[in-house]
C-alpha cells in the first residue's frame, strides 16, 4: 500500500523536525550515558570509556559517544594485510569477516583502541582517527562549509575578484578564487582575454570541461541555432542548468566576450539559501521538495540538432546521514510531466515548490551583475541559480560546464575542506 511503502510521505506535518529516515528504528533515542560497570582507562584519560554490547562497543571520548559495530571495526582494520596504505585500498575481502564476529578481547590506553579477533588478529585504531571517522562524529560536521547569501550579505563580504595571472600562476591565487568558490558557490576571474581559448585555459586549471550536446567550450548569441530559450534575446528567469541530465553538470563558465547593446545583465541566487529558508518555515516543505522524484526534459529538433535527454530526481537533494544540501535541480522551463507521485502528493509539492519559488524570487536574493569582457564567472550549478534580463543587440558569450568531482578535487589537493 502507498503510505505504509512511503511513510515520510505522510509525515509532512507543521512541527515535524525535517527529514527522518524511515529504515532507522523509532525511539532509538538519544545515547545513554555510560553505566557503572564500563571500562574507564587510564587516569591519564579520563575522558575515555567503553563498554561492550552483543554486536557492538559503545565508546566515549571526548564529548563523543560513539557505537561501533563489530564487523564494522573488523572490516576497517588499517593493519598492513587488510588495507594498503600506499594506495589506500582495502586489501581486506568483507565477505570473508563473520558477521557475528566478536573481538576476544579489548583494550584501550590513551590514544588507541587495540582489538583481538578470534583468529588472533589484532586491529588498533587511534581514538581521534574513530571520533572524525565514525557515524556520530561524522553527523555533527557538515561536508561543505559554505556561507550561504542574499544580495546585501554577498556584496558586504566583498569577495574580491582573483586576477588571472594569480590564478594561473600561483597556488595562493587558485586557492583564494577556490575557496571563495566553494564558501559562495560563486567566484570571478578579472583581467581574462576575451576568447574562447582563454577561457578554456582558466576551465582547466581547476577541472576536466564536462563536453555535452552543447559542445565542449560553446559560444552561443541569440541566433536560435539551437532549439533552447538560451539561444535568443529573450529574459531567462532564475534556474539550475541540464536538469535533465542524471547527474547534472557541477559548474557552469561564463565570459561574456561581446555586447553591444542594452539590457541582458546576469541573475544569480543563491538556492541553498532559499531552501534553508523553507527548511526553517515549513519543514514539511522543504521534506517533500527532498523525496518526491522528478523528471526534467529536453527535447529538440532544431537544424540538424536533435535530443531528447530525460534526467530523474528531487529539487531538493540532501546527504541522509545530516541533512545537509548538496544539489538543488530547478528549472521550471525544463521541468517535464510530473507523472512520479499520485495527486495529492502532487498537490502538496505544489505548494512546496511555491513555498520555495516566493524565496528564490525575494527582490532581497537577487543579486545583478553585468558580465564584461575580461571577467569571468564560475557558478556552482548544484548551488546556484542563474538568470538573465532581455537585451537588445549582438550579445556574444563564451563558456563551458565542469564537474563536480574534479573542481572538488584540485579544492582538496590544495588542503582545503570540500
Ligand atoms: C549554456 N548553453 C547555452 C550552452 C546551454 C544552455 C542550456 C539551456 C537549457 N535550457 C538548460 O537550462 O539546461
Ligand atoms: O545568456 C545568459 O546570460 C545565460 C543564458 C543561460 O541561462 C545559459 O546559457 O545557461
Ligand atoms: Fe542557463
Not at 509532512?12 to 527522518?20: A, F, H, I, K, L
Not at 577561457?199 to 548569441?221: D, P, V
Not at 526534459?297 to 530523474?312: K, L
Request: hydrophobic share 35%; net charge positive.
Amino acid at each position: 500500500m502507498w503510505c505504509q511503502r512511503l511513510p515520510w510521505l505522510l509525515r509532512g506535518r507543521r512541527g515535524s523536525t525535517g527529514c527522518r529516515w524511515p529504515w532507522l528504528p523509532r525511539g532509538s533515542g538519544p545515547v545513554l550515558a555510560v553505566p557503572a560497570r564500563c571500562h574507564p582507562t587510564a587516569p591519564a584519560s579520563p575522558c575515555c570509556a567503553w563498554q561492550l554490547h552483543r554486536d557492538h562497543l559503545e565508546l566515549r571520548y571526548g564529548s563523543t559517544v560513539m557505537r561501533l559495530d563489530f564487523v564494522w571495526l573488523r572490516d576497517h582494520c588499517r593493519s598492513a594485510s587488510c588495507y594498503n596504505a600506499k594506495t589506500n585500498q582495502r586489501s581486506l575481502d568483507t565477505a570473508s569477516v563473520d558477521l557475528a564476529i566478536q573481538p576476544q578481547a579489548v583494550r584501550v590506553d590513551e590514544s588507541t583502541l587495540f582489538l583481538t579477533w578470534p583468529d588472533g588478529h589484532v586491529t588498533r585504531y587511534g581514538l581521534q582517527w574513530l571520533a572524525r571517522n565514525s557515524y556520530e562524529g561524522q553527523k555533527q560536521q557538515v561536508m561543505h562549509p559554505r556561507i550561504l547569501w542574499n544580495a546585501q550579505i554577498y556584496q558586504q563580504a566583498q569577495v574580491p575578484s582573483i586576477d588571472c595571472r594569480s590564478f594561473l600562476e600561483t597556488d595562493e591565487g587558485l586557492k583564494e578564487f577556490l575557496q571563495n568558490f566553494l564558501l559562495y558557490g560563486i567566484a570571478f576571474v578579472e583581467n581574462v582575454t576575451p576568447t574562447k581559448e582563454d577561457t578554456e585555459i582558466l576551465a582547466k586549471r581547476i577541472s576536466i570541461i564536462r563536453e555535452t550536446i552543447y559542445g565542449r567550450m560553446w559560444y552561443f548569441t541569440s541566433d536560435f541555432s539551437r532549439g533552447d530559450t538560451a539561444y535568443t534575446k529573450l529574459a531567462l528567469d532564475r534556474h539550475t542548468d541540464t536538469t535533465y541530465f542524471q547527474e547534472p553538470c557541477g559548474i557552469q563558465v561564463f565570459h561574456c566576450l561581446k555586447h553591444e547593446g542594452t539590457g541582458g545583465r546576469t541573475l544569480l541566487v543563491d538556492g541553498f539559501h532559499a531552501a534553508e529558508r523553507v527548511l526553517r518555515q515549513a519543514p514539511e516543505h522543504f521534506e517533500l521538495l527532498a523525496k518526491v522524484p522528478l523528471k526534467h526534459e529536453y527535447v529538440e529538433n532544431v537544424g540538424g540538432c536533435h535530443n531528447h535527454m530525460i534526467g530523474v530526481g528531487p529539487v531538493l537533494n540532501v546527504y541522509p546521514w545530516n541533512n545537509e544540501l548538496y544539489l538543488i535541480r530547478y528549472n521550471n522551463y525544463d521541468r517535464a510531466v510530473i507523472n512520479t507521485v499520485p495527486h495529492d502528493v502532487v498537490r502538496r509539492w505544489y505548494h512546496a515548490h511555491r513555498a520555495l519559488t516566493a524565496e528564490l524570487r525575494r527582490p532581497d536574493n537577487e543579486l545583478w551583475v553585468k558580465l564584461k569582457p575580461g571577467k569571468v564567472l564560475f557558478v556552482d550549478n548544484w548551488r546556484v541559480l542563474h538568470g538573465r534580463e532581455a537585451f537588445t543587440g549582438y550579445r556574444q558569450l563564451c563558456g563551458c560546464y565542469l564537474t563536480q568531482d574534479d573542481v572538488l578535487n584540485t579544492a582538496r589537493l590544495l588542503g582545503l575542506q570540500a
